[in-house]
């Protein structure tokens, strides 16, 4: 072939290809510069001449690499650029937010308007709709991720062991009222029966005549009249409502029935959900009605051999079990879920302000991110704006540096998603700025984290880091990290500015989306640490984010081949020339 028809050929198909964003993608990820796509168009263009329809499909071509590159030069997803731009360092919210997605926000546009707002974590919750409908909203979120520059990463959670209603025969709520007999029983039943429960197997194990089955943890309760076989007869005692998948508990003179089910935590079902997180490539796990470490570390082994990419194991704080064994199941895991859903069935609701907050604190002294969840924004399921109760209780749990909130039926079947989200970045960008302003006028020293992690160099460094940063007003936090390590230590004493952790592991830029303060870039890094502070730095003033005088704090856990100390660590402080 001629020169010419050859790049006649190669310029049609690429003309093609140009509509299709993998192509953009594949030619980014080789980073090199030779393959950029502009230059190779702009060299055959004026060598040939084209029709308007391929030269329109190019135009497209080459915007999709430009958009793509402009964020991935610096690995920034579009949000926190934004962000950036908009509202400067010290402005950049600091608390993550997790949306669980369900029918009401699972189209493209519904989605890519939760990532717009700020969503950093998508939650799947296994309990509902089928693995398909899964599988679809997973992969449209890393479309989105890879189209439109945004960094959402992607959990799956367990359905677990738990008692439940199977059906109450009605899609939506029934009504108990005072006095009312209805029969509990494990049995599907055809037809309609009225005052008659199904619940899962296993679930009247134990349970004695007397006993009170309470619903949703005082959604309604009973009186356990008689036994009949598995089945439970039972006199509403306190009327109240059933909702779809109510949750059941059993209580005998006041206290909680704590039984061991015999069911384990993981189910049948929860394995081939975990192997299909597996094999969709998700983030996280959030593993739920844990009540031991072993569960967890079973969980994480087994991970670690199965799955190519690393996934982080989130432990769910759910039941009186997990709250006795609170600590070696922090440890255990990659972090914790406050699931005050559940939660609340099982202990006093009075208790539960301040186990969240023990639980937030144990987080943070063992390193360990942690997510408040369920009910923040609860009337918004319904109307287009919360309570005032609600906004303060998501302000609590933000000053009580929580690392993420987590919407559940407000944004999963919820009309009012978008606003939910806005309310809670609003309160958390408000909440933010006054506890700093609080900390810094009162000169109140944040809660004193304990030397208590085992890599006390690096925890010191950290500890010394953000001192600095805070004392000197520096307007960043720089990190250069391979697994997140010193981005972590750095999140946990909560500095008053943002922590931009550079790495070139996609997983740890995925799971680090998670904590507080940390605004996660993917870069190329090379092991000469002046060549990747100049070059981070030169990008960021090549986008106009940075201007003279501005300072930046760097610390680093990449350690060069040719140093074998960790005392290689240092904290450097550059003003941006
Ligand atoms: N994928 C989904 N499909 C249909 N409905 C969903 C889906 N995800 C959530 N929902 C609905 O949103 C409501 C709240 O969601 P969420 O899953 O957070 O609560 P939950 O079921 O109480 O959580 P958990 O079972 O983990 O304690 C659910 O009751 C359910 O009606
Ligand atoms: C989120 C969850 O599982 C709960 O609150 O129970
Ligand atoms: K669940
Ligand atoms: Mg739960």
């Avoid at 006199?235 to 059933?242: A, Q, R, S």
């Avoid at 079902?269 to 299909?276: G, L, P, S, V, Y």
């Avoid at 550079?502 to 998670?514: G, Q, V, Y």
């Avoid at 090379?526 to 003033?541: G, P, V």
Wanted: glycine residues 6%; proline residues 3%; charged residues 25%.
């Amino acid at each position: 072939m001629s020169d010419t028809r050859i790049q006649l050929a190669m310029l049609d198909s690429m003309a093609v290809a140009a509509t299709d964003a993998f192509l953009c993608r594949s030619l980014i990820s080789t980073r090199n510069p030779s393959i950029n796509f502009k230059n190779q168009v702009r060299k055959l263009k004026v060598k040939s001449k084209f029709s308007s329809k391929v030269q329109a499909q190019l135009q497209v071509g080459i915007e999709k690499q430009e958009h793509i590159l402009s964020g991935l030069n610096l690995g920034f997803d579009v949000v926190s650029e934004g962000e950036l731009r908009e509202k400067g360092f010290m402005g950049m919210r600091k608390t993550k937010m997790v949306c669980t997605i369900g029918p009401a926000c699972c189209s493209d546009q519904d989605l890519e308007k939760l990532a717009l707002g700020g969503m950093n974590v998508a939650r799947l919750n296994m309990c509902h709709n089928t693995r398909d409908w899964h599988c679809h909203v997973i992969r449209k979120i890393k479309r989105l991720n890879h189209e439109k520059g945004f960094c959402v990463s992607v959990m799956i959670d367990t359905e677990g062991s738990q008692i439940h209603v199977v059906d109450h025969g009605s899609p939506s709520s029934v009504k108990a009222e005072v006095d009312s007999i209805w029969l509990f029983t494990a049995e599907k039943l055809e037809g309609s029966h009225p005052f008659t429960v199904q619940a899962n197997k296993g679930f009247s194990e134990g349970i004695e005549v007397g006993d009170e089955p309470v619903i949703d943890g005082g959604m309604a309760s009973f009186e356990v009249i008689e036994k009949v076989g598995n089945d439970l007869r039972c006199k509403c005692t306190d009327p109240g409502l059933f909702l779809p998948r109510a949750k059941l508990s059993f209580w005998r003179n006041g206290k909680l029935v704590e039984r061991n089910y015999g069911l384990p935590t993981l189910s049948t079902k929860d394995w081939a959900d975990i192997e299909f997180g597996i094999s969709e490539g998700v983030d996280f796990i959030a593993m739920s009605f844990v009540s031991n470490a072993d569960s967890v570390r079973h969980l994480t082994n087994y991970l670690s051999t199965k799955s190519a990419k690393p996934i982080k194991v989130l432990a769910k704080i759910e039941n009186m079990e997990s709250l006795q064994k609170l600590e070696e199941i922090v440890e255990s895991s990659d972090g914790i879920m406050v699931a005050r859903g559940d939660l609340g069935v099982e202990i006093p609701l009075e208790q539960i302000p301040t186990v969240q907050e023990v639980i937030i604190n144990v987080c943070r002294q063992l390193n360990k991110p942690v997510i408040v969840a369920s009910q923040l924004l609860e009337s918004m399921v319904e109307y287009p704006t919360p309570t005032r109760a609600e906004v303060a209780d998501v302000s609590e749990a933000v000053r009580q540096y929580a690392d993420a909130l987590m919407l559940s039926g407000e944004s999963a079947i919820g009309p009012y998603a978008q606003k939910a989200v806005s309310v809670l970045r609003m309160a958390s960008s408000r909440m933010e700025l006054w506890s700093r302003e609080e900390n810094r006028q009162s000169a109140l020293s944040q809660r004193q984290l304990g030397v208590s992690l085992s890599d006390r160099i690096a925890e010191q460094i950290c500890n010394s880091a953000v001192k600095m940063a805070n004392n000197l007003s520096v307007d960043a936090i720089f990190v250069y990290t391979k697994h997140g390590h010193m981005a972590s230590l750095l999140s946990r004493i909560r500095p008053y500015p943002p922590i931009f952790a550079f790495t070139n592991d996609d997983s740890t830029r995925m799971a680090l989306n998670l904590q507080w303060g940390v605004i996660p870039l993917l870069v190329d890094l090379s092991d000469d640490m002046e060549a990747n502070i100049s070059k981070t730095i030169d990008l960021i003033k090549t986008k106009g984010m940075v201007k003279q005088g501005d300072s930046v704090l760097v610390v680093s856990d990449l350690t060069p081949a040719h140093v074998t100390s960790t005392a290689f660590q240092s904290i450097l402080v550059k003003t941006i020339a």
